[in-house]
């Protein structure tokens, strides 16, 4: 392996420059950290650029090819520290290449996630992330939304960055595995979940109770807003259904994760029921 000492190598600063969200943005590409994360983003299809370890003994995942192995690079101990978010950084930082299909339109990215699954778009699954400014709330959703067999997630402008490495944290590698479309506005979102025959469902703090009265059966979008301001009135004015979850009534509120929870495995329950 090749071992990094300086600053001024290249590698180690186009690494360093995707650390930051604009310049993953620039590049393309973002960073993770940790073996488990990097054969989860193997196994979703995603291209692996350069990868450092902090020392010559740590080991690398037996799904990495050959290449990939002997590419790797040794980078000094400051120079690694440099590159990691967490106290106690597992020894491996990649540069990834962003999904080639992000960009891409709800629709086009529903009918593939459709066809993938031998379904009619207006049958698929989604769950719209509207402004969610937490990106532990962001991965969470996204990790349940794989759990629980959802087909989609739709992030709208102003919902933290997916690829930050806090958000691929806490989706526990679910990102790479979930197709996300992305939308700059709720009324893009609402015209976009329309086209693909889906009915929009808002969940909100006043609305019919998702237990007795809310009809969520088929093919539907479930929305969840931001975490102090809620939905926008984009969503809550266009959808099919305003939908609520009971609660006791010294409690004002949920997290938006554990709403979303809430949400997304009453309609498995009855999706499998």
């Not at 690398?60 to 106690?88: C, N, R």
């Not at 891409?104 to 996630?113: L, S």
């Not at 679910?174 to 700059?184: E, R, T, W």
């Not at 939905?231 to 259904?241: A, I, L, R, T, V």
């Amino acid at each position: 392996m090749k071992r990094i000492t300086s600053p001024h190598n290249e590698s180690f600063k186009l690494a360093k420059k995707i650390g930051t969200s604009r310049g993953s943005r620039k590049e393309d590409a973002f960073l993770i950290e940790g073996g488990k994360l990097l054969v989860e983003a193997i196994a979703g299809g995603l291209e692996i650029i350069t990868i450092f370890v902090r020392h010559e003994d740590v080991k690398l995942p037996e799904e990495l090819t050959e290449e990939l192995q002997s590419e790797a690079m040794i980078l000094d101990e400051k120079l690694f520290s440099e590159l990691t978010d967490t106290v106690s950084p597992q020894g491996i930082v990649a540069i990834v290449r962003r999904p080639s299909g992000e960009g891409k339109t709800i629709c086009a990215v529903g009918r593939k996630a459709a066809d993938d699954k031998g379904k009619d778009t207006k049958d698929l699954r989604v769950i719209i992330l509207d402004r969610l400014s937490d990106p532990g709330n962001v991965g969470t959703v996204i990790r349940t939304a794989l759990a629980a067999e959802f087909d989609m997630a739709v992030l709208v402008k102003g919902t933290a960055e997916v690829y930050s490495d806090k958000v691929i944290r806490s989706s526990a590698g679910a990102v790479f595995h979930l197709p996300i479309a992305f939308a700059g506005s709720a009324q893009e979102c609402v015209d976009d979940i329309r086209k693909l025959g889906l009915r929009l469902m808002t969940c909100h703090i006043d609305g019919l109770d998702i237990y007795s009265e809310a009809n969520i059966a088929g093919g539907v979008a479930f929305a969840v807003g931001n975490e102090a301001n809620g939905p926008s009135k984009g969503f809550s004015e266009n959808s099919d259904e305003v939908l609520t979850i009971p609660m006791d009534s010294r409690s004002e509120s949920l997290n938006v994760g554990v709403a979303a929870a809430v949400v997304m495995f009453e309609k498995y329950r009855i999706d499998h029921s």
